[in-house]
């Protein structure tokens, strides 16, 4: 008990501390666009939150919030970064929302079935999802003129513009969580055993 609890907690802060360069760094976390960062953190949070837990995955999911204020503050790189991602709601609710549900989905999977990886796969392409839709959808919501300025539109082209979004960055990041978040997940549980109990 005491073993499996403190390879939880190494691995946690492992995931935690991958996430914090991840935040930090272009290319390791996010690929710079100029218009709307491609990210590829949110692989780290569903792994966490499959290997352990919706609780331990919404934690990593907290801090990769907390990373992505620091960086609009410090070092944005898209040009709404300062005005949007320095707001708590839009940077750290959704990160949050994709390792719990990402978690209670691949439990769900897990309890009631026997296709573990099928979970893995659907808890990745959910949580992506979760990700894309709640950020853009709370941009749109709380900051469409300011983002109808940035991106020299009217804001009633704006919904066209987020559903290219979603399109060029949503999709791809998806189908990245759904191949290799599992695959990163069974060799961690498959080396770690008594995780998965």
Same mark, same amino acid.
């Given at each position: 008990?005491?073993?499996?609890?403190?390879?939880?907690?190494? *691995?946690?802060?492992?995931?935690?501390?991958?996430? @914090?360069?991840?935040? $930090?760094?272009?290319?390791?976390? @996010?690929?710079? =666009?100029? @218009?709307?960062? !491609?990210?590829?953190?949110?692989?780290? &949070?569903?792994? +966490? +939150?499959? &290997?352990?837990?919706?609780?331990?995955? +919404?934690?990593?999911? #907290?801090?990769?919030?907390?990373? /992505? *204020?620091?960086?609009?503050? /410090?070092?944005?790189?898209?040009? !709404?970064?300062?005005?949007? @991602? =320095?707001?708590?709601?839009?940077?750290?609710?959704?990160? !949050?929302?994709?390792? #719990?549900?990402?978690?209670?989905?691949?439990?769900?999977?897990?309890?009631? /079935?026997? %296709?573990?990886?099928?979970?893995?796969?659907?808890?990745?392409?959910?949580?992506?999802?979760?990700? =894309?839709?709640?950020?853009?959808? #709370?941009?749109?919501? $709380?900051?469409?003129?300011?983002?109808?300025?940035?991106?020299?539109?009217?804001?009633?082209?704006?919904?066209?513009?987020? #559903?290219? !979004?979603?399109?060029?960055?949503?999709?791809?990041? $998806?189908?990245?969580?759904?191949?290799? +978040?599992?695959?990163?997940?069974?060799?961690?549980? %498959? =080396?770690?055993?008594?995780?998965?109990?």
């Amino acid at each position: 008990m005491q073993r499996r609890k403190a390879y939880r907690t190494a *691995i946690l802060g492992i995931l935690i501390a991958i996430i @914090f360069v991840q935040s $930090m760094v272009p290319f390791l976390g @996010f690929i710079p =666009t100029g @218009f709307i960062n !491609i990210t590829i953190i949110h692989i780290t &949070v569903i792994v +966490a +939150a499959i &290997v352990l837990g919706p609780k331990n995955g +919404a934690i990593v999911g #907290l801090v990769w919030g907390i990373g /992505t *204020i620091i960086r609009a503050f /410090t070092s944005p790189t898209s040009i !709404i970064d300062t005005t949007v @991602f =320095t707001n708590p709601v839009v940077a750290v609710l959704p990160r !949050i929302a994709v390792g #719990l549900i990402a978690g209670w989905i691949y439990l769900w999977f897990k309890n009631h /079935t026997n %296709k573990k990886v099928l979970g893995m796969a659907v808890a990745s392409g959910i949580g992506s999802l979760i990700n =894309t839709v709640l950020v853009l959808g #709370l941009m749109r919501l $709380m900051y469409a003129s300011v983002m109808a300025q940035a991106y020299a539109t009217q804001t009633d082209l704006l919904n066209k513009l987020l #559903l290219v !979004i979603v399109g060029t960055n949503g999709i791809p990041e $998806m189908i990245a969580a759904i191949i290799i +978040a599992p695959a990163i997940s069974s060799a961690i549980l %498959k =080396t770690n055993r008594f995780l998965d109990k």
